[in-house]
């Protein structure tokens, strides 16, 4: 495995080591890293509690999130289930399993995010409110602005939210519906860009309250000074660190 940040976990580094490739998914290992260092930091810093998943699909990223957790905290895992075929939550749970998260620690729900209330997705954790938001269903403008309204109403203080398919060519519109939500929630920032690995592995975004901004940001540059690319992503008028595996700029004779 190159060019990887370490995770922050061990049982995180097993699995991206010898079972994420195995899993059928469309999240880039390096992103995986990341997002398990960014909940080992939130560990740290004293946030903790439940994270969930919309798009779960046959586990892949879930996997990696749920062993970053800590003992006794849930992973939730929203997905409709029924794409390619119906067999997909049956090789959800048995990746689950052979991968080391047990059903003690994941609550699976075969639901649609789209007509899912924050009482209902809240409900799926003990009531609780989410530390990290994976959103990765449905590619339109119009559900992604849903999963957007929805986890913002369920995110804990210092909560997370990752958006997957970033700038990718696939969905080229995605980003105005991101711009608009940034534009309606002010009180929310882009925390930082992770770059995409390759077509599959896309480009996230991640973004937290901008109360936590500059806390998460400063500990982001210690931990991720190998993979900053200098120039930052420009959210005019907001900044943020771009991470990536190739930090290079253009050469300018
Ligand atoms: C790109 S796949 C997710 C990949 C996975 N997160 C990974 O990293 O490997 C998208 C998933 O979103 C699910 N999905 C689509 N619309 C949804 C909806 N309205 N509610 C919940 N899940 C949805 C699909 O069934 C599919 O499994």
């Not at 500990?219 to 900053?228: C, D, G, M």
């Amino acid at each position: 495995m190159t060019n990887i940040p370490s995770p922050g976990h061990p049982a995180v580094a097993a699995y991206l080591a010898q079972g994420y490739d195995s899993v059928v998914g469309m999240s880039s290992r390096f992103a995986a890293a990341i997002c398990a260092r960014l909940l080992r930091l939130q560990t740290e810093d004293g946030v903790g509690g439940p994270l969930a998943e919309i798009g779960a699909f046959e586990g892949r990223f879930f996997i990696a999130l749920a062993h970053a957790l800590e003992p006794g905290e849930l992973a939730v895992a929203l997905d409709i289930f029924s794409w390619p075929d119906d067999g997909v939550k049956g090789r959800f749970e048995a990746n689950c399993l052979k991968h080391g998260v047990g059903p003690e620690r994941r609550v699976t729900v075969k639901g649609d995010s789209g007509v899912m209330t924050p009482a209902e997705l809240m409900g799926h954790a003990g009531g609780s409110r989410f530390r990290l938001i994976h959103i990765d269903g449905e590619h339109s403008r119009a559900a992604l602005a849903k999963d957007l309204v929805l986890a913002t109403a369920c995110l804990s203080e210092g909560g997370l939210i990752v958006l997957d398919d970033m700038l990718h060519p696939g969905y080229p519109t995605l980003m105005v519906t991101v711009q608009a939500y940034l534009e309606a929630n002010p009180e929310i920032v882009p925390l930082c860009v992770i770059d995409r690995e390759t077509i599959v592995g896309a480009t996230k975004f991640v973004l937290c309250d901008r109360a936590w901004f500059e806390r998460y940001q400063a500990r982001l540059l210690a931990i991720f000074e190998a993979y900053i690319w200098p120039l930052g992503a420009d959210f005019e008028p907001h900044w943020c660190l771009v991470l990536s595996q190739d930090t290079r700029l253009a050469e300018i004779t």
